[in-house]
T-cell receptor
Framework: QKEVEQDPGPLSVPEGAIVSLNCTYSNSAFQYFMWYRQYSRKGPELLMYTYSSGNKEDGRFTAQVDKSSKYISLFIRDSQPSDSATYLCAMSLFSSNTGKLIFGQGTTLQVKP | DADVTQTPRNRITKTGKRIMLECSQTKGHDRMYWYRQDPGLGLRLIYYSFDVKDINKGEISDGYSVSRQAQAKFSLSLESAIPNQTALYFC????????????????FGPGTRLTVL
């Protein structure tokens, strides 16, 4: 079993839809939770970053962490064609401070105009 | 100019050849990483380096070696390339910040698409 599981999709939605992207994980020691966005033919870039549990909002994006269920989510409101990309969840341990990230497989999202 | 650059961007080679992928950064970060990306498998860490004298194996280091020639340069070598090393390779960097988790924000290069025939 992978430490981090993510539905690879692809996910296709109409413009303006609310998108929910999810990851589950098995290691309860993970403390940092991140979402990276990767456009086609580009490297990933950090989109959202959460420490421990709770929600974090940034514009149309909301990251949610439920440590009791070992489940994280990224919500995109009013989705736009420019949101079409692959979204990768990533996690790391507090104690290591090495920057060693464990990534999910990535979910490919297409937002149709 | 890009903060993290990778050369070459594309490479086709044959089984058994030695290949070097190069990464340079202008962000002044101390930490550098090499990942490979395969469809359905996400990003997997090959090697990471805390500084010039500190290099560590990642999740999938077999068949690869690295060299940190300077704080700004980190190269990945495939000593004898094999077809299952065909993948997209990314270099990334991270540096100290205001929070304890700052190293988790990694800045990626544009990637090198490697094909081993």
């Amino acid at each position: 079993q992978k430490e981090v599981e993510q539905d690879p999709g692809p996910l296709s939605v109409p413009e303006g839809a609310i998108v929910s992207l999810n990851c589950t994980y098995s290691n309860s020691a993970f403390q940092y939770f991140m979402w990276y966005r990767q456009y086609s033919r580009k490297g990933p870039e950090l989109l959202m970053y959460t420490y421990s549990s709770g929600n974090k909002e940034d514009g149309r994006f909301t990251a949610q962490v439920d440590k009791s269920s070992k489940y994280i989510s990224l919500f995109i409101r009013d989705s736009q064609p420019s949101d079409s990309a692959t979204y990768l969840c990533a996690m790391s341990l507090f104690s290591s401070n090495t920057g060693k990230l464990i990534f999910g497989q990535g979910t490919t999202l297409q937002v149709k105009p | 100019d890009a903060d993290v650059t990778q050369t070459p961007r594309n490479r086709i080679t044959k089984t058994g050849k030695r290949i070097m992928l190069e990464c340079s950064q202008t962000k002044g970060h101390d930490r550098m990483y090499w990942y490979r990306q395969d469809p359905g498998l996400g990003l997997r860490l090959i090697y990471y380096s805390f500084d010039v004298k500190d290099i560590n194996k990642g999740e999938i280091s077999d068949g690869y070696s690295v060299s940190r020639q300077a704080q700004a340069k980190f190269s990945l070598s495939l000593e004898s390339a094999i077809p299952n090393q065909t993948a997209l390779y990314f270099c990334a960097t991270s540096g100290q910040g205001a929070t304890s988790g700052a190293y988790n924000e990694q800045f990626f290069g544009p990637g090198t698409r490697l094909t081993v025939l």
